[in-house]
């Protein structure tokens, strides 16, 4: 058996991907992977550098790591620059940026050698998932071509770089067949999977398929699980596979971050700004795929957003009835170039505004989920809990959306799918009978 290895994953599901990777390499080569800091021959910590408390969230665990075992190995966004870690902590073993499998290796075969053991050396077909076993991220690309002036994600991960389409789909059938029933496909930018391959060819069990997303999702389409979309950005060949969600091919579910409503507003931070334009498309979604939910995050407090632009943001929450929302307040993340704009917003207009953008989410949430009252739904089980079942809709992701709370004392293995009653909602989850 090679070395123990502390590992400690910070960040979003892109970054919750790269641990995985890192995760799967250390158990091939026989590492053991330790939960502890005390009894690791040494730590890695996959950090995450995009607002400032999720900096100084991956700066403690670093400095609790050096404290309680001394040799520690950092990666991911925070790591791209390494003066941060480096000015704070001269001792760590090495410093990486995000995406960097081999450098991370490399850093653990330096201070904990490998041993080679054949019979340890075994991993299950999907590799490690640090996500339920029924349910996995499939990271399709990284990096970004935008320019969002709030985020540094292209400075950190560079320009988008999208995966071989063969190794895509290999992963995805590989995870398949280690018991995944649902996965939900991640980048930056998803729907601009393959631009930067000029949409080469590639082949999946020697069929010729294009490296673009709509082509990616028709054959992730055919695997016979659930496949939910995140981070589409809203380009109009999106519309393309609202067909797909129709015919169940994929999960009736977009996740499509608008930031924001006001086209003054969308231009500052240099997103799409036509706000009538994506209401159109919403309606045509719902026309083509009338179950369709949509889910989506926005920025409150935006510098310069003026009450009248604030409305105009609750407007559109209001016209587009969205699903799912989640958002926050702008916070000046260091090296963004909306940090330049004037009139920052104090920060307890910010918070003044949050609430009110959450409160009439919330009504919209509850009237939406009271629809569900009486239908009778699929639901993948997520677990247990005291006398009751957990799972999720079709229409919910893990860990953002809602759940159900299924009342029943039966034993349902996660992943499996059953029928359920919806008796009772709230704004943010619903309870149900098992049929
Ligand atoms: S599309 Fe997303 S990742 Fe790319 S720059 Fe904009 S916010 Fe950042």
Redesign the pocket.
Known sequence: MSGKIGFISLGCPKALVDSELILTQLRAEGYDINGQYEDSDLVVINTCGFIDEAIEESLDTIGEAMAENGKVIVTGCLGADSSKILDAYPQVLAVTGPHALDEVMAAVHEHAPPVHDPYTHLIPPGGIKLTPRHYAYLKISE??????T?????DL?GGLVSRAIGDVMQEAENLVKAGVRELLIVS??TSAYGVDMKYRTGFWNGRPLKTRFQELVMALGELGIWVRLH?V?PYPHVDNVIPLMADGKILPYLDI?L?HASPRILKA???PANVDNMLKRIETWRDICPDISLRSTFIVGFPGETDAEFNELLDFIEAADLDRVGAFAYSPVEGAQANQLENPIDPELQQERLSQFFELQTEISAKKLATKVGRTLHVMIDGAEDDHLLGRTRYDAPEVDGIVVINTQQNINAGEIVQVKITHSDEHDLWAELL
């Open positions: 990096g970004c071509n935008h320019d969002c709030f985020c540094i994600i292209p991960r930056q930018d981070y950005y971050p930031q931070m240099k997103r």
